[in-house]
Nanobody, 121 residues
Framework: QLQASGGGSVQAGESLRLSCAAS????????MGWFLQRPGKEREFVAA????????DYTDSVKGRFTISRDNAKNTVYLLLNSLKTEDTAVYYC????????????????WGQGTQVTVSS
C-alpha cells in the first residue's frame, strides 16, 4: 500500500516536498516513480528512482527543479519540488514496481491515491 502526502497550494517559485509511505511489502525491493495528472489529461511521468537509490530519471520539464529520493529505512520516497510553476499544478501519484519501468506507467504494479499540488501566479 502506498500513501502519498505533502501536496498543497503555493505561489509560483515556492517549494513543496511530497512523500510516499509504503507498507505491506519489502520496500527496498521496489523501484519507485512519481507521475502527475492534470484535469482531463493522461497521467504523465515525472521522476523515478531505482530500489537502491543509486540512479534516477526525470522528465525534461522538471530537471534541475525536482529531486526524487528515498529512505529505505523509513519505507518512504520523496519528491522535492523547487521553483514551482503554474503548469506544475496537478495531482501527483507515487507508484512502485519490481522491475524498473521508469517512464512507462503501464509497468508499475502499485499506485498511491494521489496528492494535489496547486501553484498560483
Amino acid at each position: 500500500q502506498l500513501q502519498a502526502s505533502g501536496g498543497g497550494s503555493v505561489q509560483a517559485g515556492e517549494s513543496l516536498r511530497l512523500s510516499c509511505a509504503a507498507s505491506g511489502g519489502t520496500f527496498n525491493h521496489y523501484n519507485m516513480g512519481w507521475f502527475l495528472q492534470r484535469p482531463g489529461k493522461e497521467r504523465e511521468f515525472v521522476a523515478a528512482i531505482r530500489w537502491s537509490g543509486g540512479s534516477a530519471d526525470y522528465t525534461d520539464s522538471v530537471k534541475g527543479r525536482f529531486t526524487i529520493s528515498r529512505d529505505n529505512a523509513k519505507n518512504t520516497v520523496y519528491l522535492l519540488l523547487n521553483s514551482l510553476k503554474t503548469e506544475d499544478t496537478a495531482v501527483y501519484y507515487c507508484a512502485a514496481d519490481t522491475r524498473y519501468s521508469g517512464t512507462n506507467s503501464q509497468g508499475y504494479e502499485y499506485w498511491g491515491q494521489g496528492t494535489q499540488v496547486t501553484v498560483s501566479s
